[in-house]
Each structure stands twice: as structure tokens, then as C-alpha cells.
């Protein structure tokens, strides 16, 4: 509360954002500086309860054991990126996009058109799966197949289909030389949920 803007107000904007995008957006104008030195690290020392999406272990392990091209684009920086997904017990991919190598972080399609020239995808062959709306219609604009994730916002926030709850209701298995990936769509049984609650 050190600026008095309320915590929902930032949640509700800031996730799948870079951190200097909602600074300005809260406190336009200023010098931002010393408070992004101060939350980087803050945010790399703390690293209690940080955990795995469920089932994105069990995904990792098929895509890992088939040697199939994954990597990970995120609004964090470089060394706050890793140290998450080690303190989450998941493992490094070859390739990780962070906001500090990139000009223009989500919604722009940057991150994902590097992360796919660097493994060699072409971009309609990429699948996204994202949990906010600004990573949605950055997959969306970079040409790629994009799964939501409910993991951090609702079906109605995400305007997005196909839906998941999390990577349990994600199947990869071999098939020839490709991977089959198989989904159960939560779309319809999210927004039914939310309809009903609103009642």
C-alpha cells in the first residue's frame, strides 16, 4: 500500500504483464528505477510456496523423453525466471524468452516468434499455453494454436476456447514421428460454473 493502490486493482491488471508495464500504467511519469532494483530482489530471495501447475511435471517428462522442442516465454527476467522453475521442481529448458532479451514484452507476439525461430518451429506448428489474456492474444497474434489455462484467471477473463483446468487434462502420447496431444476442453463446463455462481 506504500502508493495506496489497491492490491486487486494490480493483480488484476499486472499478471502476464512485465513489471515496468504496471509501474507505468499505476504511476505514469515517474522514474521507476530503484523500485524495480528493489522488486527484483525481493522476488528472487523469496521462493516459499512457489509450485508446479498440476500435471506440467508428467507433461515435461513425455516432452523431455521424446526429445520434443519446448521452452518457455515469460514477462520475468532472465535469473527470476530460473530460479522459479528450479524452486517449482521442474526442469530448465533449452530455450527460455524472458522479458530482459526481448524490445516488447505481452501482448506483442515477440517473445513467442524468438522462442520459436530458436527451436526451430515454425509458428503455426507452436502450441501456447497461457493463463492470462495479455499471453492469450499475444499467442493469437504470433500465429500459434493457444490452450488457456485456468489457473489464474476465470473463463469469462480469458475469452479464450479451448480451456483447461490445469496439465491433467492435457494427454501427449507418440504417434510416428509427431506427438498426439489431446485435451479436455473446460470451456463449456467453466463458463456453465460461472453462469451458475452468478445467479
Known sequence: ???????????S???????IATLE????????????????RFEEAHTEGIL????????????????????????????LAET??????????KVIVPIDEIRNGKPDPEGFLKAAEQLGVAPEECIVFEDTRPGIEAGLAGGMQ???LLTTYS????????????????????????????????SQTAAKRESDASL
Open 25 to 40: 500504467h499505476f504511476l505514469p511519469a515517474r522514474d521507476h528505477l530503484e523500485e524495480l532494483e528493489e522488486f527484483s
Open 52 to 79: 508446479a501447475v498440476a500435471g506440467a511435471a508428467e507433461v515435461l517428462h513425455t516432452l523431455q523423453k521424446q526429445n520434443y522442442p519446448w521452452a518457455i516465454v515469460t514477462s520475468a527476467w532472465r535469473k
Open 13 to 19: 491488471f499486472s499478471h502476464g504483464r512485465p513489471t
Open 155 to 186: 473463463a469469462q477473463e480469458l475469452r479464450h476456447q479451448p480451456l483447461i483446468g490445469d496439465f491433467r487434462d492435457v494427454a501427449i502420447r507418440p504417434e510416428g514421428e509427431f506427438l498426439k496431444i489431446e485435451l479436455s476442453d473446460q
Open 1 to 11: 500500500m506504500r502508493h495506496n493502490i489497491l492490491l486487486e486493482d494490480v493483480l
Open 146 to 148: 493457444v490452450v488457456g
Open 84 to 93: 522459479r522453475v528450479i524452486a517449482a521442481g521442474l526442469p530448465l529448458p
